[in-house]
């Protein structure tokens, strides 16, 4: 049994990881902006603070996108090392992850401009977990949730972007996968259906 932290709970992803990971019978914190705020170190190394393994599955919708995963990055970080937690599972976004060519899908002609700001701000938050000394990986959908699709109870793993679809539920498997195996460590993964 695993204790595991899981920031941003209150979302569909942080909230499909909290039931995955109880359904295994692990002790689970789930803690939401007004418990914890992922962009306060403090918080962060207090909410984590007993965990084997943090879960981060956060956004802010009201916030700059620039602002807000920049700070929440720094913050885990910081806030991790605090609480000696070592391992961090980041939820990312597919257009970090290369097509088929190799190219980062945010970087490819066809990408939508008005995805570019919330990809840049994803980019520069991953770049600065990259940089830490945390056990990390990130586990995107590859492609978008899926927000009808009833979960297959089953996944596939990919090093890039597949541009297909996976239920939130299935996207809480993979997460807790590898918080229970630490199969990736410094890398981003999707995942789809």
Known sequence: MLKIV?????GKAGGAAVVEARARGHEVTPLV??????????AVAAGAAGHDVAIAAVADATADPAVFFRAAAESLVAGLKDAGVN????VGIASLLPNASGVPVMDTAGFPPEF????????????????????????SPSGNFDLEGEPAGAYRLALGDLAEHITYADHARALIDEAERAQFRQTHVGVAN
């Open 6 to 10: 899981v920031f941003g709970a209150g």
């Open 33 to 42: 902006r007004s418990a914890a705020d992922v962009t306060d170190p403090a």
């Open 87 to 90: 391992r961090l599972v980041w």
């Open 116 to 139: 570019q700001p919330f990809s840049l701000a994803h980019r520069a938050a991953l770049d600065i977990i990259r940089r830490s000394d945390l056990e990390w990986v990130a586990v």
